[in-house]
């Protein structure tokens, strides 16, 4: 779909919204919408796309109440600003749109939270990302080596960008808007996603992705939408294996589970975000005795974390109800970058190569 | 300097520790090391560099002491792994160091800011940066976009790249060591480093790189010792104006300090990493009446920062007296997105020209 049309199409999504309140104003009917409960407990598995979504629980918003009155006015006041953005083709942060607000009386949202989550609740009723309302996040700079090339659609012209060949040893940094990125071709096996950046710069210093035709992903930390959405189109585009390299902590399955199952937050957009087939390399709780990793020992909020995660979905498996039980019974977590006891190669020539074989990859 | 003569002279400035313990036991002397305090009272402005940095006040560590003596052995532990790094000409992130001290037996460090200032303790001693002995730090990730060109040594060959032209929207990552970067040519008028990410791509988006010949460097709060470099070498091999637009609350202008006058931590470094001419755009106190931004009471803990600040050696100046005096006197804060409650153009239309006039710049 070309720019033009997508941005009318979300024109005409946001105005639905409002026209579906005028309607039911005429009828006589209190104007209302309806959302699902964003909670671990309404999520779903939608087998057809083997994802996490939102379930079948819905909570209703009706002007009957002054509380949710006014947020009904806070979306109408945001669907015309939106609306005014698509028609002059402009974008901004979700920090500005909550500063624009200030204008709306009434309508001003009194902490960023607030404007975030009603975006999200457009998005919902859309069905569209927030991209599409020309609405981006602050902050990104993940980044991507490896033999890959891509083309990105920026304000100033068409780049091809080679994110071996053509950057420095930072790598590409990924956009804000990554829907203006086409893949183009590769000379890669697989991907794999890292979560620190020392571990990134490791396997870059070490010639991992020359050796193995390996694309790595910086995820830093929790990974923002927009890397998650790069993994998605990468496997989409090409059908190469996305594999995960993480902490050995329940912090960083959850990194995991976000890139493979989708995030809580952000469930109504797992078809596009979620990447189910990648795959888990570590460090996994068996991986510290295996390899006698230096570790520490689980804190009070690691358990709870832990304990959360066995009533998580998301880890309903067979695979993970093992790995997070024996966490809890050897109590210890380890650093993906723990490997460098052993020294600074270990963790390319042994553990890697090991673990991905073990999975199928190499 | 050629790589290989930076790298002897790193080994040989690190031996020289080493040999002065063997001399001082030789001489029937109990070893010992000698390093400045590193404390804001101990910060001294320099006339000729017209830097802040450590004064003369020094501590003594004398193996006299089992606890100093502890210190003395595990920085020869971390000699002699530095020596072998650079013999093999590897490096390592300064995380990867603390796992590798797992194998030292009694000189293991229990926390990794243990041995971050024992490297610190090494830059004083031997007046050299971490980066010398192939040290990195975790994670950088700040960005470059604007007219200017670069060539990058990578362990992959020299990459030219032009940081308008040839990169995406996101624009040029900063790698960890920056000193593998040469600034090629540009063709602007002055710098601009910005706090958040949402500021540098609203000056992207509305073209002012373009229309005020200005680069623009994402600072991401507060600046990595590369992007304090990185402002520091354009400045020096161009002479470009630096200027540095942040929030207008008390750890923003510590953002600014840092960048002008060199940080309390690295101020051994101060010569290499600050950039005294750096001038401060804003959001000043007295802005945020001038411009009827959206604010936020200063918290407890911003009038501390503010108080602090009012002893802090590097705000000791007219200027800082003022802004800080004012803003405590009227209580509150802004950021520097809080331009957007008055359009998205109001930042880069009205205030960024007026203040840069203001301050000489355009």
Known sequence: MSKEALDAQARQ???????????QMVGGVVPSISLPTRTKQNLAFDETSEVWKYGERESLRSAHSAKSALHLLKMSYVIGFLKQQLIENRSSTLREMYYISEGWKK???????????LIEDLEILTMLQREAFHLRPEEDGATVFGPIRLKEMTRRGVKEIHCQED???????????????EFVDHD???????????????????????????VLVHLKGQPAR??????????????LPITVFTDGDPWSYRIYASVAYG???????????????AQFIGVQPSDISDYDLPSDTLSERDVLALKSELSDPRFDTEYWRYQIGR??????????????ARGLDYVTKEYLPARLSEMGVL
């Open 226 to 239: 927009s890397t998650r959405r790069v993994l998605h189109m990468i496997h989409e585009k090409f059908k």
């Open 188 to 214: 890669a096996k697989f991907v794999i996603a890292i979560e620190t950046g020392g571990m990134y710069a490791r396997l870059q210093e070490n010639g991992f992705d020359e050796e193995y035709g390996a």
């Open 107 to 117: 309508a001003k949202f009194h902490a960023q939270d607030e404007s975030n989550l």
């Open 327 to 340: 966490q809890l019974e050897i109590g210890i977590k380890s650093e993906q970058q723990a490997f460098a």
């Open 263 to 277: 995030s809580i937050k952000s469930a109504h957009m797992s078809e596009l975000l979620a990447t189910p087939q």
């Open 13 to 23: 999504e946001l105005l639905r919204i409002a026209e579906a309140w005028y309607d």
């Open 167 to 181: 950057v420095g040893e930072a790598g590409y940094a990924i956009p804000n808007n990554v829907e203006n990125l």
